[in-house]
C-alpha cells in the first residue's frame, strides 16, 4: 500500500498535470482566435473573454463529478455579423445565423484520448414562441447544460431542436494531441472550418 507522502505527491502530480492541459487548451484557443482574425472573424464571449462550459460546485455526487471541467466550447463569428457591448458581444439567432464552434472533449467515456471537434453550426435559431435566448452566446450555456441530448448521436453531424433552440452542425473531429503546431491548427482546424461555414 502507498505510504502517505507518496499519496500526497501523486494528488500534486494530478492537479499540476490538469492544470498544465488547462492552460494548453487555452493557448490553442488563444492560437485559433489569432488565426481567425486574419479571416475577420471575432470570438464570441458570452461573459466577457472565457469559455463555455457546464460546471458545478454542489455537493450531491453527480454535482461534484461537474467540479473538473472535462468539456467545454468556445464559437467565433464574422466580425460584421456580432456586435460588441460593454466587453461582451452579441450574435442574434433572431433569424437563422451560423458560427464556428470549437469543442473539446478532455474526458468522456466516449473517447479515449482528449478530443477537439471543429466546425460549423448553422440554422441556428431561437424558437418563435421562446423569449430566450435572443442571441447565441446565452444559446452557448444551454448547449452545454445539454450536450448529450445534442451530441448524443453523432457529434459530427448535430441536428437538435427543443422548446428554445434549434440548430445544425457538421464538426470535424481531431485528437487533441495532434494539434502542436500553427501548421496542424491550420490544415486540421482552421481551414476545414472556414470550407464548412461556407459550404453551410
Not at 481567425?36 to 454535482?63: C, K
Not at 478532455?106 to 435566448?133: C, M, R
Request: net charge neutral; aromatic share 12%; with cysteine.
Amino acid at each position: 500500500m502507498p505510504d502517505k507522502n507518496e499519496i500526497a505527491k501523486q494528488c500534486s502530480l494530478a492537479f499540476d498535470f490538469i492544470q498544465k492541459l488547462y492552460l494548453e487548451v487555452s493557448y490553442l484557443i488563444k492560437e485559433i482566435e489569432g488565426i481567425l482574425a486574419e479571416h475577420d472573424f471575432v470570438i464570441g464571449r458570452p461573459s466577457g473573454y472565457q469559455i463555455s462550459a457546464r460546471s458545478s460546485s454542489g455537493l450531491e455526487p453527480t454535482s461534484v463529478n461537474l467540479w473538473l471541467l472535462k468539456r467545454f466550447g468556445v464559437f467565433f463569428a464574422p466580425k460584421d455579423k456580432i456586435v460588441f457591448e460593454r466587453g461582451q458581444t452579441k450574435l442574434s439567432i433572431e433569424n437563422p445565423t451560423k458560427a464556428l464552434y470549437l469543442r473539446v472533449i478532455l474526458n468522456d467515456t466516449t473517447i479515449s484520448e482528449p478530443t477537439i471537434y471543429s466546425g460549423v453550426l448553422y440554422d441556428i435559431q431561437k424558437q418563435p414562441k421562446a423569449k430566450w435566448p435572443i442571441k447565441f452566446e446565452q444559446a452557448m450555456q444551454h448547449i452545454q447544460y445539454n450536450d448529450e441530448k445534442i451530441f448524443k448521436d453523432n457529434l459530427e453531424h448535430v441536428d437538435f431542436e427543443d422548446a428554445y433552440i434549434k440548430l445544425k452542425g457538421k464538426l470535424a473531429r481531431n485528437s487533441l494531441f495532434k494539434i502542436n503546431n500553427g501548421e496542424t491548427i491550420r490544415d486540421l482546424i482552421v481551414k476545414p472550418s472556414l470550407e464548412l461555414y461556407e459550404k453551410y
